[in-house]
Nanobody
């Protein structure tokens, strides 16, 4: 069973940066891709991007500000967030999707496992 643990959330001023981490265990590299989502109060969970062994994908809403990377030796995926805005305030989640399903990375129902989430608050 894939297990995911996020960390790195916190309070930051508008214009600042944060890097979130997602440590994965219980899966074989290459068999899964890792996606990042966020959910603000009263809103639907939004896909931000996904990283597989061969490609990285981004939602238009964060392209150019957010970067997803991975350190396979540490089984860790990162979400670097720059130029943060108050509207980026949300709980951020990482999730695992089967490598064969990565074309569906934007759809939360395509993911098998989820982390517990980490809160990001951006003050104005």
């Amino acid at each position: 069973e894939v297990q995911l643990v996020e960390s790195g959330g916190g309070l930051v001023q508008a214009g600042g940066s944060l890097r979130l981490s997602c440590v994965a265990s219980g899966f074989r590299p290459g068999y899964y891709a890792i996606g990042w989502f966020r959910q603000a109060p009263g809103k639907l969970r939004e896909a931000l991007g996904c990283i597989s062994s061969s490609a990285t994908y981004y939602a238009d809403s964060v392209k150019g500000r957010f970067t997803i990377s991975s350190d396979n030796a540490k089984n860790t995926v990162y979400l670097q967030m720059n130029s943060l805005r108050p509207e980026d305030t949300a709980v951020y989640y990482c999730a695992a999707i089967g490598a064969s399903e990565v074309a569906n990375w934007k759809f939360r129902t395509a993911y098998d496992s989820w982390g517990q989430g980490t809160q990001v608050t951006v003050s104005s």
